[in-house]
């Protein structure tokens, strides 16, 4: 069973950056995601990564976040930066290890002025 402890969400105005968190209790993680999920709507892929050095962004953040991990693979982050106010949502991490996937208790970000 793995844990993860996502931190780093807040209220940020239009324009602004934020760089969440997610912590891993394990070392076998080969692949990690961050989703989103506004009210009203279904949760959606952000962006995601693998081990193997490929990662992948939705068109709505390519060239506003960037997803990077520490060298040990167990923690990792979504810097987001001009925030937008459709990117409200609470964010999730995943993570997928060992042939099961696990996620985060997710962190809310709000962009508003």
């Known amino acids: 069973q793995v844990q993860l402890v996502e931190s780093g969400g807040g209220l940020v105005q239009p324009g602004g950056s934020l760089r969440l968190s997610c912590a891993a209790t394990?070392?076998?993680?080969?692949?990690m995601a961050w989703y989103r999920q506004a009210p009203g709507k279904q949760r959606e892929l952000v962006a995601g990564?693998?081990?193997?050095?490929?990662?992948n962004y939705a068109d709505s953040v390519k060239g506003r976040f960037a997803i990077s991990t520490n060298s040990a693979w167990n923690t990792f982050y979504l810097q987001m930066s001009r925030l937008k106010p459709e990117d409200t949502a609470v964010y999730y991490c995943?993570?997928?290890?060992?042939?099961?996937?696990?996620w985060g208790q997710g962190t809310q970000v709000t962009v508003s002025s």
């Open positions: 990564a693998t081990s193997y050095g490929s990662s």
């Open positions: 995943k993570v997928h290890d060992r042939g099961n996937d696990y």
């Open positions: 394990s070392t076998s993680i080969n692949a």
